[in-house]
């Protein structure tokens, strides 16, 4: 069954360098999507992706993060200069579609560290 | 706005049946989900909700809606050991152009004993 993979699991850094997380969605879906999910919070909405833009962002994600699709199978988010507070789970997701019923298949997640 | 809350904690026994709660906010909402999530994994779609029905069976799995209140229970019948996971409510808020984001709650952790 087709899955959206996530790499690395577990991502370390310093405190003001840059991150690069990376997501293959499934390959006939659309629509990408970030959420991350800060210990014992909610999963928050970070942004979505459609036809090689930006659809819908949110607050959270400010200049310093940029998502981006280099080629036809990856999706990217990079955040430019890590804070402590930006330690969370990251999860990718895709969907088929994007309005009304729409189901997204997410990734394991990749556990983003800020020292 | 858009909030979705939940309880964070639900213990049952083994064959007794779960009840999940969830609140939401955001009546644009036209469906509305249940997302499983076990260890290491990401989150899986368990089922979903049509905004204009009331319940939703799907094998021992009962979904009741009350849009008034604006409440969504997912109701385990028969709870296994196996369903013992990390369980989300999302919505998804209308918005024009589509693209529609999911609002998770919290998240309620069943635990499911002998």
């Known amino acids: 069954e087709p899955e959206v993979t996530q790499t690395p699991s577990h991502q370390v850094t310093q405190m003001g360098q840059e991150v690069i997380l990376r997501c293959v969605p499934i390959s006939n879906h659309l629509y990408f999507y970030w959420y991350r999910q800060i210990l014992g919070q909610k999963v928050e909405f970070l942004v979505s992706f459609y036809n090689n833009e930006i659809s819908e962002k949110s607050e959270i994600f400010d200049d310093q993060f940029s998502v981006e699709r280099p080629d036809g199978s990856n999706f990217t988010l990079k955040i430019r200069s890590t804070k402590l507070e930006d330690s969370a789970m990251y999860f990718c997701a895709s969907s088929e579609h994007g309005a009304d019923y729409n189901e997204q298949f997410f990734g394991p997640g990749t556990r983003l560290t800020v020292l | ?114």
């Open chain 2, 1 to 114: 706005g858009e909030d979705v809350e939940q309880s964070l904690f639900l213990s049952v026994r083994e064959g007794d049946s779960s009840v999940i709660n969830c609140t939401y906010t955001d009546s644009s909402s036209t469906y509305l989900y249940w997302y499983k999530q076990e260890p290491g994994a990401g989150l899986q779609l368990l089922t979903y909700i049509f905004s204009n029905m009331d319940m939703k069976q799907d094998q021992r799995l009962t979904v009741l809606l009350n849009k008034k209140d604006k409440h969504l229970s997912l109701r385990i019948a028969d709870t296994q050991t196996g369903d013992s996971a990390i369980y989300f409510c999302a919505e998804s808020p209308t918005r024009s152009g589509g693209y529609n984001k999911l609002i998770f709650g919290a998240g309620t952790r069943l635990a499911v004993h002998p």
